[in-house]
C-alpha cells in the first residue's frame, strides 16, 4: 500500500481535486441506520421477481430506489432532516457482501464474472450470494449475537482489493438529486470487515485476512473521497467486530490494525467527517485507540455496552460522541427516565463542551418499521412496544430533553411511567404458578440416563443402518399449503377442511420420503407458518404482529413473536400431528420442537425478567411436549437449538454464565426423556467449533450442524474434542437454490467419515427445506441418500 493516504494527487479519474473536508457538526439526534426490505416488503418482492425472471434489472433498480425515496421521505417526516442524520445504509442483500463487491474482493471462483475494471455486474453480485451451478455461494454466517445473516468475504494474498463499484457514492447522489438530502453513508469499516472475513480455500498456511488491511484501506481512501464528491457531510464506519474479543486473533493486533486504520484513513484530506460506531456491546480498550485518531465522531452503544468510566471518555475530548441510548435490537419502551439519566452522567463524564448526539444504539435494521399497523395486538400490550418509528420519536424526545432540561420532556417522562406501572401490574406478566414451577427445578430434571446405555437402547429400538440419512424437518411451503392456511385464518374453510389440507400434505411428504429412502423421516412441518411463530401461538405469554417483518439475509423475512408475559402450555401443541405421520409409516419418525434459546432468540423478548428465568419457563412448557410425544408412541424427538451460537455473549468472560442457563433450559427440556428416546438437536450457522464444550453440554444424542458452505472445514475442531455422541454435518447447502450433486454429496461425506469415523455420523442438509421448491428438494435428496449408500459400500 502507499504510505501517503489517497489525496488530490491520487484521487481516481473524475474526482474533484480541489474540495476540502466538509465541518458540518453532526445533529442533535440522528439513527445508525434503518430497515431496508421496505414497509410492505417491496425489495423482498422484487428480488424474488428478479431471480425469477418476472422482472428486469431496470425494473429492480427501480424497485430499490423506490424503497430508499420512501425512508427518506418517512425519516424527514418523523423529524430526522437536519444535515446527515438520515442514514443511507441501503444495500440489494447484505451490508458485507455490499463491501465485498465494492472492492471487487471475489474469491478465485468468481473471479472470471468481474469486469474489466475488477466489479461485478448484478447478476455476478447475486452468485456470491446464491451460488450458481458448480459455484457454492459465499459461507453465510450471524452477524454478532443477532438474527441476521452475513456473507462471509473469503480473502488470501491474490484477492483483488481496490475501490471498483460506487454504488455507496450513488445513493448520496440519489438523495440530493431526489430530495436534496444530504444523507450520511453507512459502509461496514475496514478492520471489521477484515475480522469478520476468512481465509481463502487458496490462503497459505498462517495467512489472516487482516494481513490485507493495507489494500483494504488504500480502496477505502478512494471510498472515501468518492463519497465526499458525491455530496457527503459524513461517514458512519461501523466496527461492530471491535466490542468482541473472539476473533482468534490477538488483542494487541486488532488494536494495531484500528490504530493504523483510522490514523490513516483520518489523514486524507478530501473526505468527509468519519463517524466510527462501536455497536452491540463496548468498545473497551479501542475506545482510548481510537480517540487518539483524527476521526471527528465515535457512536458508543450505551445499551448493551454500558456506559464507560471518565477516564475512558477522556480520550474523546475533541470529538462528537454519539450516544446510542435507544435500543436497536427489542421493541420495547425505550425507559425515557433511565435513558435521560445515563445521557446526563455521560455528559457530566465526558470533557466539557463535548458534542452529543442523542441515537440508537444500533441500526434499526433488527426490529419492524412501526408498531401502529399492529391493530390486531391488543391496546395496551401494544402501548408498551416501539418499533423503528416510535424509536426515532424517543431518540428526538430525548434530545430535547438533554439540550432543555427534564421539564421540557415531563409529559413525556409522566407517560412513561403510567405505562411502565400498568405493564408491571399486568396479570399475565407475573403468573404465581409458573414462577413456582422454575423454582422447584432440581439438578435431576436436567440430567438423563448416561449416553452408552441410551446408545445402546435406542439402537435396539430403532434399528438403523450405519451413516442413516434423514432431513432437519420442514419440507418445502407450497403456496396450496399457504393459501389453505391464509384461508382458514379468514374463516373461509373450517377447522376440519384445514386439517384434512395439512394431512394430505403430511401423507405426500412422508411417501415422498419413503420412496427416496430415507431412513428417518419427519412430518414436514405443512401446519406450521414459522418454527418459533407456530409455537408463540399456542403458548400463553406471547402475542404474534400481521406487519412485524424484519430481514434475515438476502430477501429472508421473518416475523418474530413477542414474548411479553410469563409462558405456559395450555394443551399439547404437535402431538396430533407427529402421531398421524407416523401412523403412515413403519420407519422412525421425528417429533420437531424448537429449543427455548431459540424461541428466545428468534421472538422479542421480554426485559423485565431475567432471560435464564425466561428460559427455564420455556423448558419447562416443552418438557411437558416431550413427555406427551413419547406416549404417543413417538421415538425420535428433535429440539432444534439453531441459536444457540448466535446469543452467545460476544466478550469470553461473560459467556461462561450465558452457557449454564441456556444449555441447562435445553436439557430442562429433554431431561425427562427416556433412554430409548433419540433426542436430536439441530445448531444452523453457529460456528459450531466455537460453541462445541457448550453443544457437548447439550447431551443431545445426535447434533446436526451446518457444513457444506465450509466444506466441513469445523469437523477437524470436532475430533480434536473428542465428541462422543453423533453428529450430523449437513452435506446440502439449502440456503441456495442450486442442486448438490451426487459426487459433491458424497465429496463431502466422506471427509466427514473421514474426521469422525462412519458409527458418528450421519447424513442429512445443512437446516430445513421450507424454503426450497420440490423439484429441488427431491433431486437433492435422492442425491445425499446416494451418497449414503455410495460411502456405506466403501466402509
Not at 430526522?80 to 442483500?93: K, R
Request: aromatic content about 6%.
Amino acid at each position: 500500500m502507499s504510505t501517503t493516504p489517497p489525496s488530490s494527487t491520487t484521487a481516481a479519474p473524475g474526482m474533484a481535486a480541489e474540495m476540502t473536508s466538509p465541518a458540518a457538526p453532526l445533529p442533535s439526534a440522528t439513527i445508525l441506520g434503518y430497515p431496508r426490505i421496505g414497509r410492505d416488503r417491496e425489495l423482498k418482492r422484487a428480488l424474488e421477481q428478479y431471480w425469477r425472471g418476472a422482472i428486469s434489472a431496470e425494473e429492480l433498480g427501480g424497485a430499490a430506489a423506490g424503497v430508499r425515496a420512501a425512508t427518506r421521505e418517512r425519516l424527514t417526516a418523523l423529524g430526522l432532516g437536519e444535515c446527515s442524520s438520515i442514514p443511507a445504509d441501503f444495500t440489494l442483500y447484505d451490508q458485507v457482501l455490499q463491501v465485498t463487491a465494492t472492492l471487487g474482493a471475489a474469491p478465485a471462483r468468481f473471479r472470471d464474472l468481474l469486469d474489466a475494471e475488477g466489479a461485478l455486474d448484478l447478476d455476478g453480485h447475486f452468485t456470491l450470494a446464491r451460488g450458481q451451478g458448480s459455484r457454492p455461494a459465499l459461507e453465510m454466517t450471524k452477524w454478532l449475537d443477532s438474527n441476521y445473516h452475513y456473507l462471509v468475504p473469503e480473502i488470501d494474498a491474490a484477492t483483488p482489493i481496490g475501490y471498483v463499484d460506487s454504488s455507496i457514492a450513488d445513493q448520496v447522489e440519489e438523495a440530493a438529486a431526489q430530495d436534496a438530502q444530504v444523507v450520511r453513508p453507512v459502509v461496514v469499516g475496514p478492520v471489521s470487515y477484515l475480522l469478520m472475513a476468512k481465509p481463502s480455500d487458496e490462503a497459505a498456511e498462517g495467512f489472516h485476512p487482516l494481513d490485507r488491511l493495507g489494500d483494504v484501506l488504500h480502496a477505502y481512501g478512494h471510498l472515501l473521497m468518492g463519497l465526499r464528491a458525491a455530496g457527503a457531510a459524513w461517514v458512519q464506519l461501523d466496527e461492530p467486530a471491535l466490542v468482541s474479543d473472539s476473533w482468534g486473533i490477538e488483542p494487541d493486533r486488532v488494536l494495531a490494525a484500528v490504530r493504523e486504520a483510522y490514523s490513516w484513513l483520518g489523514a486524507i484530506v478530501e473526505r468527509p467527517q468519519i463517524l466510527v460506531a462501536g455497536t452491540y456491546g463496548s468498545l473497551g480498550e479501542a475506545l482510548p485507540v481510537l480517540g487518539a485518531t483524527p476521526i471527528e465522531a465515535v457512536a458508543l452503544d450505551l445499551v448493551a455496552g454500558g456506559l464507560p468510566q471518565a477516564e475512558a471518555l477522556a480520550a474523546l475530548a475533541g470529538k462528537s460522541v454519539v450516544a446510542g441510548v435507544v435500543s436497536g435490537r427489542n421493541i420495547w419502551r425505550t425507559d425515557l427516565d433511565a435513558a435521560l439519566t445515563t445521557l446526563e452522567r455521560l455528559r457530566e463524564s465526558l470533557p466539557g463542551g463535548t458534542p452529543i448526539t442523542v441515537a440508537t444504539s444500533t441500526s434499526l435494521q433488527h426490529v419492524p418499521h412501526d408498531v401502529e399497523r399492529e391493530t390486531s395486538i391488543d391496546p395496551q400490550l401494544r402501548s408498551w412496544l416501539a418499533f423503528a418509528d416510535q424509536k426515532v420519536g424517543e431518540v428526538l424526545t430525548l434530545a430535547r430533553g438533554l439540550a432543555q432540561g427534564r421539564g421540557a420532556i415531563s409529559a413525556e417522562l409522566a407517560r412513561d411511567a403510567e405505562l411502565r406501572a400498568q405493564r408491571a401490574a399486568h396479570p399475565g406478566v407475573n403468573r404465581a404458578q409458573v414462577r413456582d414451577a422454575v423454582a422447584a427445578i432440581t439438578p435431576a430434571d436436567r440430567t438423563r440416563a448416561p449416553y452408552a446405555e441410551r446408545r445402546r437402547a435406542q439402537a435396539e429400538r430403532l434399528g438403523l443402518p450405519e451413516l442413516p440419512t434423514t432431513t432437519i424437518g420442514s419440507f418445502p411451503q407450497t403456496a396450496e399449503i399457504r393459501r389453505a392456511r391464509a384461508a382458514w385464518r379468514r374463516g373461509e374453510i373450517d377447522d376440519a377442511a384445514y386439517d384434512a389440507a395439512m394431512r394430505a400434505e403430511i401423507a405426500s411428504v412422508v411417501a415422498l420420503q419413503e420412496r427416496i429412502g430415507l431412513d428417518v423421516l419427519v412430518h414436514g412441518e405443512a401446519e406450521r407458518n414459522d418454527m418459533v411463530q407456530y409455537f408463540a401461538e399456542l403458548l400463553d405469554g406471547f402475542v404474534t404482529t400481521e406487519h412485524g417483518w424484519v430481514q434475515s439475509y438476502g430477501s429472508r423475512c421473518t416475523r418474530p413473536s413477542i414474548l411479553w408475559g410469563d409462558v405456559a402450555r395450555p394443551e399439547p401443541m404437535t402431538v396430533a400431528w407427529s402421531a398421524y405421520a407416523q401412523s403412515l409409516t413403519d420407519k422412525p419418525l421425528k417429533g420437531m420442537l424448537t429449543g427455548p434459546v431459540t424461541i428466545m432468540a428468534w421472538s422479542f423478548v421480554r426485559d423485565d425478567l431475567p432471560r435464564a428465568q425466561v428460559a427455564d419457563q420455556l423448558g419447562l412448557a416443552l418438557r411437558a411436549e416431550v413427555a406427551d410425544l413419547e406416549a404417543a408412541g413417538i421415538g425420535v424427538i428433535q429440539v432444534d437449538e439453531p441459536a444457540i451460537r448466535e446469543t452467545l455473549p460476544l466478550r469470553a468472560a461473560d459467556r461462561p454464565e450465558y452457557l449454564e442457563w441456556s444449555v441447562g433450559s435445553f436439557r430442562l427440556a429433554t431431561g425427562g426423556a427416556a433412554p430409548a428416546t433419540q433426542v436430536h438437536t439441530h445448531l444452523c450457522y453457529s460456528e459450531f467449533d466455537v460453541v462445541i464444550d457448550a453443544v457437548d453440554h447439550l447431551d443431545a444424542d445426535v447434533t446436526s450442524i451446518e457444513a457444506s458452505r465450509s466444506r466441513m472445514d469445523i469437523l477437524p475442531a470436532v475430533a480434536a474434542h473428542g465428541f462422543e455422541r453423533q453428529l450430523g454435518p449437513g452435506v446440502w447447502d439449502i440456503h441456495s437454490p442450486r442442486v448438490p450433486s451426487l459426487s459433491e454429496c458424497t465429496e463431502l461425506l466422506q471427509r466427514a467419515v473421514d474426521a469422525l469415523g462412519a458409527a458418528t455420523v450421519w447424513v442429512n442438509p445443512d437446516c430445513g427445506l421450507k424454503t426450497r421448491a420440490y423439484a429441488e428438494t427431491e433431486e437433492s435428496l435422492a442425491n445425499l441418500v446416494g451418497a449414503a449408500r455410495a460411502v456405506r459400500e466403501g466402509l
